[in-house]
Nanobody, 125 residues
Framework: QVQLTESGGGLVQAGGSLRLSCAAS????????MGWFRQAPGKEREFVGG????????SNADSVKGRFTISRDNAKNMMYLQMNSLKPEDSAVYYC??????????????????WGLGTQVTVSS
């Protein structure tokens, strides 16, 4: 099964940008649809965005539309989250996740089979 490792988090000022990466190993990356989630202290983990196995289809949560972009490179076994115009409310631990099933709602955590350990993003005001 695929193993996932996030990187690229850090501290950034409001209005700044970060690019998160998710490296996959130990499986056939292109067979997994992927997602990004985040969890702030005291809050539930929430959907940020998802991308299809081929990378041709993406979907973002309303809270990040127009600011965040998801992409993947199946040749490199990588997924990315480009985050622009960051806000303090974007501060959270960001997780990448992989799922085999495709005919399911990408928003729901339980539909994902594998998770990374997360990377912290902190946006200062």
């Amino acid at each position: 099964q695929v193993q996932l490792t996030e990187s690229g988090g850090g501290l950034v000022q409001a209005g700044g940008s970060l690019r998160l990466s998710c490296a996959a190993s130990g499986g056939t990356f292109s067979t997994y649809a992927m997602g990004w989630f985040r969890q702030a202290p005291g809050k539930e983990r929430e959907f940020v965005g998802g991308i299809s196995r081929s990378g041709t289809s993406t979907s973002n949560a309303d809270s990040v539309k127009g600011r965040f972009t998801i992409s993947r490179d199946n040749a490199k076994n990588m997924m990315y989250l480009q985050m622009n115009s960051l806000k303090p409310e974007d501060s959270a631990v960001y997780y990448c996740a992989a799922r085999i099933a495709v005919a399911v709602n990408m928003v729901y955590l339980n539909n994902y089979d594998r998770w990374g350990l997360g990377t912290q993003v902190t946006v200062s005001s």
